[in-house]
């Protein structure tokens, strides 16, 4: 158990469909995290969430939209996707003292694996 | 920006020590070394992290030699259980750069018993 919990775990949706992915963190951290890892690939950032703010938003489609209500919950609203964002989306928050991230230690939740239909 | 370069796997058998190691020759000077594991359909896990000499908690050693253009994680008497894929970061995270938070390839670390 890592403290970051997300949900749901599994997730089959068509294109056209619209869904959230959510993620919520018990460590009293300041900063959170979207990846994304597609099949046999390296883990990509999407979107980095300091004290609330959006700090990096890593040339993601606007079909992936993300919001953080507060530092302990992360959602990423998804619609109209493609058969090619099928992946295990990842979240994971850090310390993040202040503004500035510096050698965080990320402690990642257990993912969701989304397929498109 | 400092790149991170590791081996795409290893092999080795239960009970052995196994030593992976990253190369980051354009670490800075306030960068640290970070290593995760991670197994399938899970997220990566923490391991340890180090800015120089030596480092050991209870599941790893981290040896970072003087110049700091390396590094190379230690894991003891190694089990089934330890294959997974371990990553290594370096660097840290102003707005500018993601360096410290962007996973390579990694290595796939496979126990055979």
Not at chain 2, 79 to 86: I, P
Request: with cysteine; net charge neutral.
């Amino acid at each position: 158990e890592t403290g970051v919990t997300q949900t749901p775990r599994h997730l089959v949706m068509g294109m056209t469909n619209k869904k959230s992915l959510k993620c919520e963190q018990h460590l009293g951290h300041n900063a959170m995290y979207w990846y994304k890892q597609s099949a046999k690939k390296p883990l990509e950032l999407m979107f980095v969430y300091s004290l609330e703010e959006r700090v990096e938003n890593n040339s993601v489609p606007s079909r992936f939209s993300p919001e953080c209500p507060n530092s302990s919950h992360l959602f990423l609203h998804l619609h109209t996707l493609q058969p090619e964002d099928s992946a295990l989306y990842l979240c994971a928050s850090s310390q993040g003292i202040g503004a500035r991230l510096s050698n965080e230690k990320l402690f990642f939740g257990s993912g969701t694996q989304l397929s498109v239909l | 920006l400092a790149k991170t370069t590791q081996p795409i796997s290893m092999d080795s058998y239960e009970g052995q020590e196994v030593n992976i190691t990253c190369s980051h020759n354009n670490i800075a000077t306030n960068d640290y070394i970070t290593w995760y594991q991670q197994f399938p359909s899970q997220g990566p896990r923490f391991i340890i992290q180090g800015y120089k000499t030596k480092v050991t908690n209870e599941v790893a050693s981290l040896f970072i030699p003087a110049d700091r253009k390396s590094s190379t994680l230690s894991l003891p008497r190694v089990s089934l259980s330890d294959t997974a894929v371990y990553y290594c970061l370096v660097g840290l995270y102003s707005g500018g750069g993601a360096d410290g938070l962007t996973f390579g390839k990694g290595t796939h670390l496979i126990i055979q018993p």
